[in-house]
């Protein structure tokens, strides 16, 4: 995902809204059985790097 992208995207999330995301993908990660852990890993880590900046720049709820 390019840099621009992220920037744009980033204002759709607050820190919290970011966090709890980040909570439910982890969540739904330990629910998955070990071989489709191997199918989804790239997609995961994708999210996860995503939901980290968005909770990096992200505003704060007010």
Do not use: C, Y
Request: aromatic content about 8%; cysteine-free; glycine content about 4%.
């Amino acid at each position: 995902m390019a840099l621009k992208e992220m920037m744009m995207a980033q204002g759709e999330f607050t820190k919290e809204e970011s966090k709890e995301t980040m909570n439910a993908v982890e969540e739904m990660w330990k629910a998955l059985s070990k071989p489709k852990r191997e199918e989804f890993f790239g997609h995961l880590n994708d999210i996860m790097l995503f939901l980290s900046a968005a909770e990096k720049n992200a505003p704060a709820e007010k």
